[in-house]
Nanobody, 115 residues
Framework: QVRLVESGGDLVQAGGSLRLSCEVS????????MDWYRQAPGKQRDLVAS???????HYEDNVKGRFTISKFDAKNTLYLEMNSLKPEDTAVYYC?????????WGQGTQVTVSS
């Protein structure tokens, strides 16, 4: 079965950096869209960044210029590079992928940014 496993979440000071990884197993690494979402306590789950199979990217306004989404097909892995982190970036970050009408989700990784 398909599995998406996030890693890289940690406690970091404001202004610091983290790189999140999402390793895919159980299926070929070929999707129409791959995304990162995040959900803070008491908040809805929001889209952070997306990458389409042709390489086009999209970023939520609050992370533009700070976050970069990328993928490395040879490692079956999606990445989110996060720089200049702010306390408001604190959330559980989820990996998501779409193939046709099918959606896949990871279990999430916790990112906590302290002031």
């Amino acid at each position: 079965q398909v599995r998406l496993v996030e890693s890289g979440g940690d406690l970091v000071q404001a202004g610091g950096s983290l790189r999140l990884s999402c390793e895919v197993s159980g299926t070929i690494f070929l999707f129409n869209v791959m995304d990162w979402y995040r959900q803070a306590p008491g908040k809805q789950r929001d889209l952070v960044a997306s990458i389409v199979d042709d390489g086009r990217t999209h970023y939520e306004d609050n992370v533009k210029g700070r976050f970069t989404i990328s993928k490395f097909d040879a490692k079956n892995t999606l990445y989110l590079e996060m720089n200049s982190l702010k306390p408001e970036d604190t959330a559980v970050y989820y990996c998501h992928a779409t193939r046709g009408e099918t959606h896949y989700w990871g279990q999430g990784t916790q990112v906590t940014v302290s002031s």
